[in-house]
């Protein structure tokens, strides 16, 4: 072929020196076979064959000298590179997986451009390019990203997720819609597997950190921080997060809460800080911030009366951030919180002053915490059995206090309280000892008064744990009925401090659905104020109208049963009432 592409190649320079009407006077069915050799050549070079680019690039110089480039090959090359490349997208889509795919058709467009800086005429670069994005990306575009965008993005494969988005920013239209499309619907899909799943709950958090982790990365890489797609991975967040009500807002608060205690792995405030960063990104996109702030506070109040929190510095910027994300309202009960254990401080410097006028003020060293009941969650009281010691202290103290706060009303929480380094339910159940060596279960139980799951988790602590101070027959993790409890005259310590930590208890169900039944209060309360305050405002609205307005003011999302169950409640307390003519009209009733 090239032998006989040679032979014409010398003919048409013949003709060119001796002819006027150059190329135009050779026959047609040489000039067509001429046209099929270079297009052979082509092929064979497309196909991987080594072939003389120069005989190519003088013979179709020459047609463009005799101007029959444009007129005659161009249109006939255009069409057989459309149908190979047409063919070969059909058929590579099958074989080959996208990320190698993709990388083929890289490497197509490539050649296709080395052609045109190497023999074809430089005219034919836009057309051919353009003939190439069409059979091999703009015509298999849907299946692309149906079958290879999940895959790559599962794998991470960052590299090959950039090359595709390279590719498809050559072409024109609306190939960013669907691309879009498809990222939404990937982080929705693998969202929605982490959130919806209950047996994923104890690692949830942390996968929401890790995939977001993710997803910025490849927006910042992939996308270069396109603003839709940042848009759209923010609306599909929110979407999937949402999917399953409560619960994950309720989980990133103990995650929170894991996170903040002393003991954690957070080694630094600088740590602790970046992580906290990352949680209120995830925290922004859940629409039960009410939920979430009825664990957060019960868990902070914990840390706080317990001496268990890993940074004060910590605690205050996670509560700066909440109330620059939600406003002071939303945080003014936990600000009340830390206002509260600082004038107890205070309190109890003025306190210690106090007891120095006492000629005998024991050997227990008294500290108290004034709690508002406002701000704090709400602890059930018990009633337990303290020594008289400790009576006589409790009252001195309300005595001072009372004193200085005439009108206020002290409730002493037994639960919450501490003495020496063990907790007060400890030092009931050890003062017992000095009474006797051994008692049962039944009989500490019925000395103390302390509640029997707390009381066990006490005994295992004093039992069970690494200090031992005391006994248990029979020996056993677990503290039995019938289980007796005897002094231990061994036990010895190499430090002169001792603390015995108590048996953290888990979160009950019981206590997960009271913490779930008071938001519920809370926003039945909300809504209530929200109709009222609209009713008052307007005097008059339908029902569509008003239903409307308390959607745009509600901060939680709501069922519109919900609210008509409210607006009936309102009615019936003669808050508001319907038109006698109109019953989807309301009245507000002064």
């Not at 080959?96 to 490497?107: A, D, G, S």
Request: hydrophobic letters at 35%; a neutral charge.
């Amino acid at each position: 072929m090239e032998g006989a592409l040679a032979f014409w190649h010398s003919m048409v320079e013949w003709t060119l020196g001796n002819s006027q009407g150059g190329f135009r006077h050779i026959d047609r069915m040489v000039q067509s076979k001429a046209f099929d050799g270079i297009l052979q050549l082509i092929d064979k070079e497309r196909s991987g064959e080594a072939v003389d680019r120069s005989l190519l690039r003088s013979l179709l110089g020459m047609l463009s000298d005799l101007q029959v480039y444009k007129e005659s090959f161009e249109d006939r090359f255009l069409e057989e590179t459309n149908c190979l490349y047409a063919a070969e997208g059909q058929r590579l889509l099958q074989e080959r997986e996208i990320p190698e795919y993709l990388h083929h058709v890289n490497r197509r467009l490539e050649e296709e451009t080395d052609r045109v800086i190497t023999y074809l005429d430089h005219g034919t670069h836009k057309p051919l390019i353009a003939c190439v994005e069409k059979q091999l990306l703009g015509e298999h575009l849907p299946a692309i990203l149906q079958k290879g965008l999940k895959n790559m993005l599962d794998e991470n494969r960052v590299s090959d997720v950039t090359l595709m988005v390279q590719l498809f920013s050559r072409l024109k239209g609306g190939h960013q819609s669907i691309l879009l499309q498809h990222w939404g619907e990937y982080i929705k899909n693998f969202g929605s597997s982490i959130v919806v799943n209950p047996e994923k709950d104890k690692d949830m958090v942390q996968e929401l950190l890790d995939f977001k982790d993710k997803v910025d990365h490849i927006i910042h890489v992939c996308f270069q921080k396109n603003e839709k797609f940042v848009n759209t991975m923010k609306e599909s967040f929110e979407n999937f997060i949402n999917r399953r009500a409560n619960k994950p807002a309720e989980l990133i608060a103990k995650y929170v809460d894991s996170k903040l205690r002393s003991g954690n792995k957070e080694a630094t405030d600088e740590e602790l800080e970046r992580f906290l960063d990352k949680i209120m990104i995830i925290f922004r996109f859940i629409h039960g911030k009410d939920v979430f702030e009825a664990f957060y506070k019960k868990d902070l109040s914990k840390r706080l009366l317990v001496g268990k929190s890993a940074s004060v510095d910590s605690e205050k910027s996670m509560l700066s951030k909440l109330k620059h994300e939600c406003g002071a309202a939303f945080t003014s009960k936990l600000e009340g919180m830390f206002k509260d254990m600082e004038l107890s401080k205070d309190v109890m410097i003025q306190f210690k002053q106090y007891m120095q006028n006492y000629n005998d003020p024991g050997c227990i060293d008294l500290t108290v915490n004034i709690l508002t009941m406002g701000y704090w969650p709400t602890y059930t009281p018990m009633d337990v059995h303290l020594p008289s010691e400790m009576i006589k202290l409790q009252e001195i103290f309300k005595t001072f206090y009372l004193g200085k706060h005439s009108g206020r009303r002290l409730q002493w929480q037994s639960t919450l309280g501490h003495a020496l380094q063990v907790s007060l339910f400890q030092t009931l159940v050890l003062l017992m000892f000095n009474e006797g060596d051994e008692f049962s279960l039944e009989d500490i139980k019925m000395a103390t008064a302390i509640e029997g799951s707390e009381l066990r988790r006490t005994l295992q602590s004093l039992a069970c744990g690494k200090a031992r101070v005391l006994n248990k027959m029979p020996k056993s993790k677990d503290v039995e009925d019938g289980d007796k409890f005897i002094f231990n005259a061994d036990f010895k310590h190499k430090l002169y401090r001792i603390k015995i930590n108590q048996i953290q208890m888990k979160e009950t169900v019981e206590e997960q659905v009271n913490t779930t039944e008071r938001v519920f209060q809370d926003r039945q309360y909300q809504i209530d104020a929200a109709i009222v305050r609209i009713m008052k405002m307007r005097k008059t609205l339908t029902h569509n109208l008003l239903i409307s307005e308390l959607y745009n003011q509600l901060k939680f999302p709501v069922k519109p049963g919900d609210l008509k169950k409210r607006i009936e409640s309102l009615i019936d307390r003669d808050y508001m009432e319907r038109d006698k003519e109109n019953s989807t009209q309301y009245h507000y009733l002064a």
